[in-house]
């Protein structure tokens, strides 16, 4: 992990954990925008190599996320049909923080190219 300096350092922890599972559940939805979250944190525990005693345990969870294994599922998840099952009113937050949410009708998010960070820089 980056630290001031210009220095790396090894770091673990849930803190940590969590910002790399949110990009691979991003990049899980970007390939598979229709699925629901239980089917996305379905495919994060079942693609996960597993680390210690076998199966779910308190110290490494589902074990270690793979991104190209979550990935590579999501393409051949099954995904209902939105002819099956038309919209419905989003329901109330519960409270309970496991929820995806995210706009359906957005573009992709733009990316800065190479260029425009090192104009970027070069402006400071």
Do not use: C
């Not at 970007?30 to 629901?36: C, G, Q, T, V």
């Not at 309970?96 to 573009?107: F, K």
């Amino acid at each position: 992990m980056p630290v001031p300096d210009g220095k790396y350092q090894l770091m673990s922890g849930t803190s940590f954990s969590a910002a790399f599972v949110s990009g691979i559940a991003a990049l899980v939805l970007e390939r598979s925008p229709a699925l629901k979250p239980a089917q996305v944190r379905s495919i994060l525990t079942s693609t996960a190599r597993d680390l210690g005693t076998p199966g779910r345990d308190d110290l490494f969870g589902a074990g270690e996320a793979d991104a190209l294994a979550a990935v590579m599922a999501a393409t051949s998840a099954p995904v209902a049909s939105a002819v099956d099952n038309p919209p419905q009113p989003a329901p109330a937050p519960d409270g309970n923080n496991t929820s995806v949410s995210r706009a359906l009708n957005e573009g992709a998010p733009s990316v800065a190219s190479d260029d425009s960070a090192a104009n970027h820089r070069a402006a400071q």
